[in-house]
Nanobody, 123 residues
Framework: QVQLVESGGGLVQAGGSLRLSCAAS????????MGWYRQAPGKQRELVAV???????NFADSVKGRFTISRDIAKKTVYLQMNSLKPEDAAVYYC?????????????????WGQGTQVTVSS
């Protein structure tokens, strides 16, 4: 079992910044990808940003140039720095990690989600 705990959401004015964090715990052997998704009311969950074990990154077009994603491998933590926030960025943001756990010598793939953190942007 891999648990992800997110933090850093909140209320911010348009143009402001927030930094989200997501820390993983459990018998993790390796993490192949860490990402952030978001879901606004009445909309489908969408990819915001992802970073792979090779440090490749990918961003939604709507956040390019404003958001950055980074990770601390030792801390098993991924960050999402959100700058120049817009009202349309408001959503519940979810952390996702995919990788391998090792328990009693057995390696198993995992794909885990955090509980979500609310980001509200006032205009």
């Amino acid at each position: 079992q891999v648990q992800l705990v997110e933090s850093g959401g909140g209320l911010v004015q348009a143009g402001g910044s927030l930094r989200l964090s997501c820390a993983a715990s459990g018998s993790i052997f390796s993490i192949n990808a860490m990402g952030w998704y978001r879901q606004a009311p009445g909309k489908q969950r969408e990819l915001v940003a992802v970073i792979t074990s090779g440090d490749n990154t990918n961003f939604a077009d709507s956040v390019k140039g404003r958001f950055t994603i980074s990770r601390d491998i030792a801390k098993k933590t991924v960050y999402l720095q959100m700058n120049s926030l817009k009202p349309e960025d408001a959503a519940v943001y979810y952390c996702n990690m995919m990788g391998v756990v090792r328990t009693a010598g057995v390696r198993t793939a995992f794909d885990s989600w955090g509980q979500g953190t609310q980001v509200t942007v006032s205009s």
